[in-house]
């Protein structure tokens, strides 16, 4: 294990192999106190978690796979959607220097086109009213180039432009984009933020086929709550409201 330690700075962690980094930084984080910003990053997770049990398949020294702790104690409860939505953002941004139609497929998916490339566990622990710690886990494809788990749709960076990356530049790149969203959101400017946000969702344009235990329909999506509930309208004009995982895109 290798780290990267400066008083009042984040520290990197480095591992050669772990189960899940969110755990892995739980773990650190009950064992010392670790500067806001702080991550850890493995070259190899064996079994990444992402919403609701789903899992993530990386090749080991091929991908991003990492996790990073902040302190936002001034974000409510009820408001923890607007982590989930920096760290999209972030990586948003982040891949959009490298190649073109990259969005957030709701609630913070990373998608290039109709593909995956790239899934997070957002991990939010509260006090009282406010969150006291957040654990932002992610997982970005760049140098695999094949996949080989039942996953219905992952792609890659090198799969879409044939340039192997460095992973380091990407982190690096990812962390700065994340400083200053989270900036953003320390500043109070989160209306920017959900506006963001919702300019870059997966087919935020336009009706598109829905499915939800009621059947197959066709909706636009109306808004984003500030909860992180998605806003569906209907061609006869109904607005249906949902939790993660009461509704998938056909």
Not at 106 to 118: F, L, V
Not at 225 to 234: A, D, I, K, M, V
Request: charge should be negative; glycine fraction near 6%.
């Amino acid at each position: 294990m290798q780290t990267d330690l400066h008083e009042n700075e984040p520290v990197i962690i480095r591992i050669r192999e772990t189960a899940s980094t969110n755990s892995e930084l739980r773990k650190q984080l009950a064992e010392q106190s670790l500067p806001e910003g702080s991550l850890i990053i493995a070259e190899h997770q064996t079994q990444g978690r992402g919403q609701v049990g789903n899992s993530w398949e990386s090749e080991p020294g091929k991908n991003l796979t990492f996790s990073l702790v902040i302190y936002p104690d001034i974000i409510a409860a009820n408001e923890q959607f607007l982590i989930s939505q920096v760290t999209a953002l972030s990586v948003k941004k982040t891949l959009s220097e490298y190649v073109e139609d990259i969005t957030v497929k709701w609630p913070n998916d990373i998608y290039w086109k109709d593909r995956k490339i790239c899934g997070m566990l957002i991990e939010n622990d509260l006090c009282g009213r406010n969150i006291s710690c957040s654990i932002c886990g992610i997982g970005i494809n760049i140098n695999q180039k094949k996949f080989y788990s039942d996953a219905p749709n992952p792609v890659s960076l090198v799969q879409i432009t044939g340039q192997k990356y460095d992973l380091e530049k990407l982190l690096s790149c990812f962390r700065h984009h994340f400083y200053d969203f989270y900036l953003q959101l320390l500043l109070d400017k989160k209306q920017s933020i959900q506006q963001s946000y919702r300019e870059s969702l997966y087919r935020g344009k336009g009706f598109h086929t829905y499915s939800d235990e009621k059947g197959i329909f066709e909706a636009e999506i109306e808004d984003v709550e500030p909860t992180g509930h998605l806003l569906l309208r209907l061609k006869n004009g109904e607005i249906r409201r949902y939790a993660f995982k009461e509704v998938s895109i056909k």
